[in-house]
């Protein structure tokens, strides 16, 4: 079993839907749980950070842990065709720093 | 700031001519980190450094060799590359709350490369 499972898409969407970005993991000491943007031909930008579990709310973006299920999800309301890119989930545990990736999932928003 | 930067943006480079890939910081960040990113893949961490002088492993270090000799600078080096080097390098950097590392990655813009 993969340490991060994330669906690589492509996710195509009509501009003012709600998208729903997901990723499994296996490993029960994550307690980082990140999601990174990256535009094309650009180096990943931090999105949204959890720590513990529970949900985290920034403007039209919401994150949300699940713990007990080991899955994590990225809501985008009223996407825009700004929000096209490649979403990243990433996982930290302990006190290393390091991170774990999701292969990313390519989403599109038409307009 | 100009944040992490990195040069070269693109190389193309003949199967075991050498390089380095250069990358600075100028946020006062103690951690360094080296991935590579391929096609249709997430990240994989090369090499990471907690400071001037110690750097560690990652998970797919073969092939690579990195230094610190200051806390702005983190180069990494291929000596003998190889077309399964042909991929997408970024670096990125962290901070450190006293004794907490932020898993806040900050990363570079990325060094696009080709081996042939």
């Known amino acids: 079993q993969k340490e991060v499972e994330q669906d690589p898409g492509p996710l195509s969407v009509p501009e003012g839907a709600i998208v729903s970005l997901n990723c499994t993991y296996s490993?029960?000491?994550?307690?980082?749980f990140m999601w990174y943007r990256q535009y094309s031909r650009k180096g990943p930008e931090l999105l949204m950070y959890?720590?513990?579990?529970g949900n985290k709310e920034d403007g039209r973006f919401t994150a949300q842990v699940d713990k007990s299920s080991k899955y994590i999800s990225l809501f985008i309301r009223d996407s825009q065709p700004s929000d096209s890119a490649t979403y990243l989930c990433?996982?930290?545990?302990?006190?290393?720093?390091?991170?774990?990736f999701g292969q990313g999932t390519t989403l599109q928003v038409k307009p | 700031n100009a944040g992490v930067t990195q040069t070269p943006k693109f190389r193309i480079l003949k199967i075991g001519q050498s390089m380095t890939l250069q990358c600075a910081q100028d946020?006062?960040?103690?951690?360094m980190y080296w991935y590579r990113q391929d096609p249709g893949m997430g990240l994989k961490l090369i090499y990471y450094?907690?400071?001037?002088?110690?750097?560690d492993k990652g998970e797919v270090p073969n092939g690579y060799n990195v230094s610190r000799s200051t806390t702005e600078d983190f180069p990494l080096r291929l000596e003998l590359a190889a077309p399964s080097q042909t991929s997408v390098y970024f670096c990125?950097?962290?901070?450190?709350?006293?004794?907490?590392?932020?898993?806040?990655?900050?990363f570079g813009p990325g060094t696009r490369l080709t081996v042939t």
């Open positions: 990125a950097s962290s901070y450190s709350l006293g004794q907490t590392i932020s898993y806040e990655q900050y």
């Open positions: 490993n029960s000491a994550f307690q980082y």
């Open positions: 959890t720590y513990s579990s």
């Open positions: 990433a996982f930290g545990s302990g006190n290393t720093g390091k991170l774990i």
């Open positions: 946020m006062n960040h103690n951690y």
């Open positions: 450094s907690v400071g001037a002088g110690i750097t």
